[in-house]
């Protein structure tokens, strides 16, 4: 199993973002899938969920109106789209997947209901 996040770099304060998680050796119709972020000295937090069929999403206070989850389970692919950004969204964005089989609207936002994960790939917002 593998989750390889693309799309970080550095943004300016207000600007846009995209991140992709390309997923290989499992399938995505039976996962829910969450991206997760931690910036330096913090713990580690959720941004955005969503259901293994895209369903439903969940997403953070902090993000909720600026960032989109979504995904495209044919293409074995999860995006999160984010606007607005500030310079506290500045952070290592990882995606991970929770195997969530026979529970279709499940969406889980603990982290530790998370059993994979990708390497990460750095947002950076500064002027």
């Known amino acids: 199993v593998q989750l390889v996040e693309s799309g970080g770099g550095l943004v300016q304060p207000g600007g846009s973002l995209g991140l992709s998680c390309a997923a290989s050796?499992?399938?995505?119709?039976?996962?829910?899938m969450g991206w997760f972020r931690q910036a330096p000295g913090k713990e580690r937090e959720g941004v955005g969920w969503i259901s293994s069929h895209g369903d439903r999403t969940k997403y953070a206070g902090s993000v909720k109106g600026r960032f989109t989850i979504s995904r495209d389970n044919a293409k074995n692919t999860v995006y999160l789209q984010m606007h607005s950004l500030k310079t506290e969204d500045t952070a290592i964005y990882y995606c991970?997947?929770?195997?969530?089989?026979?529970?279709?609207?499940?969406?889980?936002?603990?982290?530790?209901?998370?059993?994979?994960w990708g390497q990460g790939t750095q947002v950076t917002v500064s002027s």
């Open positions: 050796g499992l399938n995505l119709d039976y996962y829910a």
């Open positions: 991970a997947a929770a195997d969530t089989t026979g529970f279709p609207f499940f969406v889980p936002t603990q982290d530790r209901g998370y059993g994979y």
